[in-house]
């Protein structure tokens, strides 16, 4: 029998997994999402999120409180009657009622490998802490932050140039297809939890504007962890002169290299930048107001050449 189910979910990694349960058949009563926001070059128009966005195409009604924190809220959600609520980066927090408002309580879906990188950028960090491999698990949740038994997991690898874009989209559908086996063993009575190991517990802080500058100083496997730990959203940024001026480049992608010279130097004509120890290729940059570019086009734009520096 479908099970009863609320979903919640905001940004655009949610919505393969609101997908894929509607196609396997289970009833979905609500949607839950953030309220939309201001969004455009003025910020005057409202955005939906793409989960509101989602749901509204296939005909399921949405909610988008501000709080779950209120009475009233948490009895609307309760009178839902729902057997599970299924939460992919949603965005708000979940009090004790809601969390026990569903029969079979709530389950998580979470980019990481518990307990490491439990919280907000698990994608992101797992990248510029330089990780070998990743992955998506089903948790049940508790009031704690991600602390809550384990009932599914999928490994990945990460690539040595994954960037946490890439990294996003590949998780994205693996967790949609977790999550639908895991509903599907709900439905059997065969889904079973392990508790989390409680060493190597690490947190996945959110990611500060303040700690995207690159640091040309430091070692090139960490400048190049930092790179496409933050590709591309915010984005790792360096400064250079372009055309007499000081101007803000954005830097997406880059690979290691052999190389060596004064941190945050440009070694050849190949955009290839010396760091406190080795050194990186820059494969794709973007200048202030402008699109993504390779290595080459941007150089027949900038003009920068050998010996000139990075700051």
Not at 116 to 127: E, N
Request: proline content about 6%.
């Amino acid at each position: 029998m479908p099970l009863r189910v609320i979903f919640m979910g905001t940004p655009e990694f949610s919505v393969p997994t609101l997908r894929a349960i509607t196609e396997a058949g289970h009833e979905i009563i609500a949607v839950y999402t953030q309220p939309p926001r201001a969004a455009g070059r003025r910020g005057l128009e409202l955005t939906p999120s793409p989960v509101q966005r989602e749901a509204e195409r296939l005909g399921i009604t949405v909610r988008t409180p501000v709080s779950l924190k209120g009475e009233a809220e948490q009895d609307a959600f309760r009178a839902l009657q729902a057997d599970i609520a299924v939460v992919v980066a949603y965005g708000l927090l979940l009090p004790r009622p809601i969390l026990e408002a569903p029969r079979s309580g709530c389950l998580n879906g979470h980019a990481s490998l518990l307990p490491r990188w439990r919280g907000a950028a698990p994608i992101q960090r797992a990248i510029m802490a330089g990780d070998a491999e990743t992955g998506m698990m089903v948790m049940r949740m508790e009031e704690g932050l991600d602390t809550g038994p384990v009932a599914m997991v999928e490994k990945c690898a990460i690539g040595p140039d994954m960037t946490a874009g890439d990294l996003h989209d590949t998780l994205m559908g693996m967790g949609a297809g977790l999550m639908v086996d895991a509903l599907a063993r709900l439905e059997g009575n065969t889904l079973t939890f392990t508790t989390q190991a409680t060493e190597g517990v690490t947190y996945a802080k959110k990611i500060d504007k303040a700690e995207t500058r690159v640091d040309w100083t430091r070692p090139a496997g960490e400048v190049h962890n930092h790179i496409r730990g933050l590709s591309p959203f915010p984005g790792a940024w360096c400064e250079t002169g372009i055309g007499g001026r000081m101007e803000r480049l954005k830097l997406l992608r880059s690979t290691l290299v052999e190389g060596a010279g004064e941190p945050g130097g440009i070694l050849d004509d190949r955009l290839t930048v010396a760091c406190g120890s080795g050194a990186i290729r820059l494969v794709e940059v973007q200048r202030a107001g402008g699109k993504p570019a390779g290595a080459q086009e941007f150089l027949r734009g900038a003009k920068l050449e050998k010996g000139m520096k990075f700051s």
